[in-house]
C-alpha cells in the first residue's frame, strides 16, 4: 500500500458544451508532497480544482484518492476523504465568527446527530467544546488566534486568507488544495503566507496541491511544477526544469523573449 | 465627526444623551429584579387596578395598557391623562421603583442562584415570567387570548425565521403548515373527544383528552413536516426564487384543499374544540420551542445553515451536507409551525380555511423581518410587538394597515435586517448578575 500514490488522476477531461476545458490531465501526488500548477489566466487550473473536488464531473477520466475512484462523489463526500480546498475568492460566510467558521468545517466529524442538536446534550457540549478547541489550535497555527470571536468580515485581507486556510486545515484532510492563497497580497502578507503554508506542510505532514500565479512562491515551495496552458499540460518537473523550460517561458512571456 | 454638527445630529445626540441619563440608574439591574418589579405591578393592579381605574374616570381596567380606550376616543383628554396616570401608577412607577431598589438583592440572590446551577436559575426566571403572565391575564380573558396568541405568534415567526433568517430562503408556506397542524390537532381532539355533528361521536372519555392533547399536537407537526417535503423536494435542488414560488402555491394549495374538504366542514371551518390550550400549556409549548430551536441553530449542525446561506459552495466543500441540512431545517421549521397551528386552532377554538390565507402569512413574515433575521430574540421581540400593536390599533380599523406597513418600511429604511440581526440568545448570559466580583465578569468564550 505504501507505494500507492495519494492521488492519482488518469486522462481526466471536462469539456463544457463543445469547448475542452482540461484534456488528457495526469496527475501523481505522493503522501506530503507539495505539487504546484501553473498556467496563464484561463489555462483551466481552477477547472481542475473544481473537477477533482467534485464541484462538477468530469467528462472522461479517473480520479483517486486513496486508491479509491472518487468520480461522482458529491463535494461534502469528497471532502470528508480528506480532500480540502481553499477557494481563489475565499468564500467566506460572512455573518460568522472567525472560530465559527473553523468549527463549522469539523461538520463531518460531529457526532451527536440531529437529537444532540436540539436537546443539548452532555455528549453535544462535549464534542463542541473539543471542536472549539481544535479549531483554537489551528487558528494559533496560522496566526489568528486573536480574531477568534470577530466577525469574519472585521478582518483584514491577509488574517481573512488565513482563516479560509484555517478552515480547510480542520477538516484534518491528507491533501490540501490551495487555489491562488498569495492572491491580492501585498508583499508582507506573501512572506507571512509563505511561512504559513510551509510551517502547515511541516507540522501536519500533509500533500499540497497548489494553484500560484506568482512565479516566486511556486518556485520556493514546490517541489514538483506542472505548466497548464488552454487545459494541457505542456510542461513538468522540478522549479528548474520549468523556469528553463521554453514552452513554459513562451506561453508566459512570448515568443519574442525567448533568449 | 467635527465637521458637520448640523440641528440633525445635535437632536439625536441630545436625546440618546437624555435616554443614557434615564437609563443608567438602572444598568446594574438583573433580569430578577425586573422581574420582581414586574410582579409588583401585576399584584397592584390585580389588587387596586379596578378601584384606581374608576377614580381615575376609567370605566375598567384598560386591557393594553390604555391605548385601546384612547384609540376609540381621542379627542377625550381626560381620559388619556387618565390612562397615563393608570399606567404610571400601576406598571412604570413600581417597576422601576422595586428594580432600582433590590438591585443588591436581587443580583444576589441571581448570584446565588447561578452559582448552583444554571439550569436551576433559567427554571425560576421561567417560572416567574409565566407568574407574571399569569397574573396580568388574569384580569380579563381578553388579555388571556392577547396573550396566549402572542405566545403562539412568538413559534410561528421563530419557526419560519428558520428558513428566512438562519437558512436565508424565501418561504411563504408557514400559513400552509399551520393549517395543517391547525386541523389534524382538531381532527384529533374533536374525533376522539367531542360529540360533533361534522366528525360524529366521541371515541374516548373527554377526561383523557388534556392527557393526550401533546399527542395531537405532535400529529399536527408531524404532518406539517410531511407537507413540508411536498415542496422541499423540488425546490432544495438549486438556490433562488423557487422556494418562495413554490411555497407560496403550496398555502394556495393547503387553503383550496381545506375548502374543499366536506368531512372537516368544508369552507365553514371546524369548531368545537375543546378547551385545552390553556396559558399554561402554551407557555410551556413556546418555551420548549425557543429551548430547542435555540440549541438547533447554535449547534455546528445548525449553524451550516448560516454556511449555507452565506456561501453554498464553500459549506459544500467543508464537508457540510447541504442538502441534508436545508431539508432538515424546512421539515424542522414546518414542525413547529404545525405544532404551533394545533395550539392556535385550540385557542381560537374554530378554524376555517380562510384565516389561513395571505394575511396570515404577511402577519408572520412582518414579524419575521421587523423582529431582525437570524436571531432569536429578535424573533420574540417582533412577534410580541407585531401583535400586541396590531391588537393595540384595532380601533383604527383600516387604518391599522397603514400604520403597521409603515412601520415596517421605516425599519427597513434604518435597519434593513430587523431591530435585533444576527445575535445569538444566550438565556444563561441574560439571567447573569449584572454586578459581581471582577472575575465572574471577565468573559471567557464558550464552546458554542
Known amino acids: 500500500m505504501w507505494s500507492m500514490p495519494l492521488l492519482q488522476i488518469e486522462q481526466m477531461t471536462k469539456y463544457f458544451g463543445g469547448l475542452r476545458a482540461v484534456h488528457d490531465y495526469n496527475l501523481q501526488i505522493e503522501p506530503g508532497e507539495i505539487r504546484g500548477l501553473i498556467g496563464p489566466n484561463g489555462a483551466g487550473k481552477t477547472t481542475i480544482f473544481n473537477l477533482i473536488t467534485g464541484i462538477y464531473p468530469p467528462t472522461d477520466g479517473k480520479v483517486l484518492f486513496d486508491g479509491r475512484n472518487i468520480v461522482g462523489l458529491k463535494p461534502y463526500q469528497i471532502s470528508a476523504l480528506g480532500l480540502a480546498r481553499t477557494f481563489q475568492n475565499m468564500r467566506l460566510w460572512r455573518h460568522m465568527t472567525v472560530l465559527e467558521h473553523v468549527k463549522q468545517a469539523r461538520y463531518s466529524k460531529i457526532n451527536y446527530g440531529l437529537i444532540g442538536a436540539f436537546l443539548g446534550t452532555p455528549k453535544r457540549q462535549e464534542e463542541e467544546s473539543a471542536s472549539a478547541r481544535i479549531a483554537q489550535e489551528l487558528l494559533e497555527l496560522v496566526g489568528v488566534s486573536r480574531f477568534s470571536n470577530q466577525v469574519i468580515t472585521n478582518l483584514p485581507y491577509g488574517a481573512q486568507r488565513r482563516v479560509e486556510l484555517a478552515r480547510a486545515l480542520a477538516i484534518e484532510p491528507k491533501i490540501l488544495f490551495l487555489d491562488e492563497p498569495t492572491a491580492g497580497m501585498n508583499p508582507e502578507e506573501l512572506e507571512q503566507m509563505m511561512r504559513i503554508i510551509r510551517r502547515v506542510h511541516d507540522e501536519l505532514r500533509m500533500a499540497i496541491f497548489l494553484i500560484e500565479h506568482r512565479m516566486r512562491v511556486v518556485m520556493e515551495l514546490c517541489e514538483m511544477i506542472q505548466t497548464l496552458v488552454f487545459g494541457e499540460v505542456i510542461a513538468e518537473g522540478n522549479p528548474d526544469d520549468i523556469r528553463n523550460n521554453p514552452a513554459v517561458i513562451e506561453a508566459y512571456l512570448g515568443e519574442e523573449v525567448v533568449t | ?448
Not at chain 2, 8 to 37: A, D, Y
Not at chain 2, 251 to 266: A, D, H, Q
Open chain 2, 1 to 448: 465627526m467635527a465637521v458637520t454638527t448640523g440641528i440633525f445630529t445635535n437632536n439625536r445626540s441630545r436625546i440618546s444623551k437624555f435616554i443614557t441619563r434615564v437609563w443608567e440608574p438602572f444598568i446594574p439591574v438583573p433580569l430578577l429584579g425586573w422581574l420582581f418589579g414586574a410582579v409588583l405591578a401585576v399584584a397592584i393592579e390585580q389588587l387596586f387596578g379596578l378601584p384606581l381605574a374608576r377614580i381615575l374616570g376609567l370605566s375598567r381596567i384598560p386591557a393594553l395598557f390604555g391605548v385601546l380606550v384612547v384609540l376609540n376616543d381621542p379627542t377625550n383628554l381626560l381620559l388619556l391623562l387618565g390612562v397615563l396616570l393608570y399606567d404610571i401608577l400601576v406598571y412604570i412607577l413600581p417597576i422601576s421603583v422595586a428594580a432600582r431598589l433590590t438591585i443588591a438583592p436581587a443580583n444576589w440572590i441571581a448570584s446565588r442562584l447561578f452559582n448552583i446551577q444554571g439550569w436551576i436559575s433559567a427554571i425560576i426566571h421561567i417560572l416567574l415570567i409565566y407568574g407574571i403572565l399569569h397574573i396580568w391575564s388574569d384580569v380579563s380573558d381578553y388579555r388571556l387570548l392577547i396573550v396566549r396568541l402572542t405566545l403562539i405568534a412568538i413559534i410561528f415567526t421563530l419557526s419560519l425565521n428558520v428558513v428566512n433568517g438562519y437558512m436565508g430562503e424565501f418561504s411563504c408556506s408557514h400559513p400552509g403548515f399551520i393549517a395543517l397542524g391547525a386541523y389534524t390537532a382538531s381532527i384529533f381532539t374533536v374525533g376522539l373527544f367531542i360529540n360533533d355533528n361534522i366528525l360524529g361521536p366521541a371515541l374516548l372519555p373527554a377526561s383523557l383528552a388534556a392527557l393526550m392533547f401533546p399527542i395531537g399536537l405532535i400529529l399536527g407537526g408531524i404532518v406539517a413536516a410531511l407537507g413540508a417535503i411536498l415542496i422541499a423536494v423540488p425546490s432544495f435542488k438549486t438556490r433562488g426564487d423557487y422556494l418562495a414560488i413554490i411555497s407560496l402555491a403550496f398555502t394556495f394549495i393547503i387553503k383550496s384543499l381545506f375548502e374543499n374538504l366536506e368531512f372537516v366542514g368544508g369552507p365553514r371551518g371546524l369548531g368545537n374544540q375543546p378547551n385545552l390550550a390553556n396559558l399554561p400549556t402554551v407557555f410551556f409549548w413556546t418555551v420548549l420551542s425557543i429551548w430547542i430551536i435555540n440549541n438547533f441553530v447554535r449547534s455546528t449542525l445548525g449553524k451550516a445553515l448560516n454556511a449555507v446561506r452565506d456561501d453554498e459552495i464553500a459549506a459544500n466543500a467543508m464537508t457540510v451536507n447541504t442538502r441534508r441540512t436545508k431539508f432538515v431545517a424546512f421539515l424542522f421549521a414546518a414542525f413547529w409551525a404545525g405544532l404551533a397551528g394545533g395550539l392556535f386552532a385550540h385557542v381560537i377554538r374554530y378554524v376555517n380555511p380562510s384565516t389561513f390565507g395571505l394575511q396570515m402569512l404577511a402577519e408572520v413574515l412582518a414579524m419575521v423581518y421587523f423582529g431582525g433575521l437570524n436571531s432569536v430574540q429578535g424573533s420574540i421581540v417582533g412577534a410580541v410587538s407585531i401583535n400586541l400593536l396590531s391588537e393595540a390599533l384595532r380601533p383604527l380599523e383600516i387604518f391599522k394597515w397603514i400604520v403597521i406597513p409603515l412601520l415596517l418600511i421605516v425599519i427597513m429604511v434604518f435597519r434593513p435586517t430587523g431591530l435585533i440581526s444576527f445575535k445569538e440568545f444566550d438565556f444563561f448570559k441574560i439571567i447573569k448578575p449584572k454586578r459581581t466580583s471582577q472575575k465572574d465578569v471577565e468573559y471567557a468564550p464558550t464552546a458554542d
